[in-house]
């Protein structure tokens, strides 16, 4: 089976193509803002490597909206050029470290983090949100078992940097690990979608 999986919900992208467990392609690219131009161009070269993929998988975060989307807009145009399979999973359960259990942490933003316990590339626990003071609860209660983060979180400085492997996402999604979404792929949400909603007309009425 020809598996590619991306990932971009992080700033450091990675982009690989499996046959089986064998690794045929594995690049990965530093993008701040946009991961677009850098990961087409990966994905460019995947094409010389084969003209067929049975699987495509998508790390979904926690991580950029904007990146993990544009992974899963590439995605869904290559599913439909290779007639291949679509899925899934938590980028955080698939970070480039041998431990076979870990907590992975983050940022999430707004005074609140976020925290998931991962097994042999599933999510156990989470991602879910946590306050620093939960989450500080959280890791005294696994204190034997390492923590990452993507990035450096001040607040807890016991966690050590890994980041998403492209590799690894495909060898759990190869292996039916870890899938956590079929064909209709969004973003991993921690919180509800924030929607503003436009400001009532003067004299009382509502938009319509």
């Known amino acids: 089976m ?4 991306l990932d971009t919900s992080t ?3 990675s982009v690989a193509l499996l046959n089986s467990d064998a690794v045929l392609f594995d690049e990965k690219f530093t993008a701040d803002r946009s991961h677009s131009s850098s990961l087409f161009v990966a994905l460019e070269k995947v094409r010389a490597h084969t003209d067929r ?3 495509i998988a998508v790390g979904l975060g926690p991580g950029s909206f904007a990146g993990v989307r544009i992974a899963i807009a590439a995605a869904i145009g290559l599913r439909l050029s ?3 399979r679509l899925v899934g999973l938590p980028s955080v359960a698939a970070l480039d470290t041998a431990a076979p259990v870990y907590v992975a942490i983050g940022d999430a933003r707004r005074e609140s983090f976020y925290f998931s316990k991962v097994e042999s ?6 991602p879910l949100l946590a ?3 939960e989450l500080a609860q959280r890791l005294e209660a696994f204190a034997t078992i390492p923590v990452f983060a993507t ?3 001040r607040q807890f400085p016991i966690a050590q940097i890994a980041l998403p ?20 792929l969004e973003p991993i949400y921690l919180r509800e979608p924030h929607i503003t909603q436009p400001k009532s007309k003067p004299g009382g009425g509502g938009p319509g």
């Open 2 to 5: 020809i598996t590619l999986a």
């Open 121 to 126: 590339g599933a999510c156990v626990e989470g």
């Open 82 to 84: 290779f007639d291949a």
């Open 53 to 55: 993929v049975d699987l």
């Open 165 to 184: 492997s492209a590799v690894i996402l495909a060898r759990l999604a190869g292996a039916e690990r870890g899938i956590v979404a079929t064909e209709n």
């Open 11 to 13: 700033p450091h992208g």
């Open 151 to 153: 990035e450096a979180v």
């Open 131 to 133: 306050t620093e003071a």
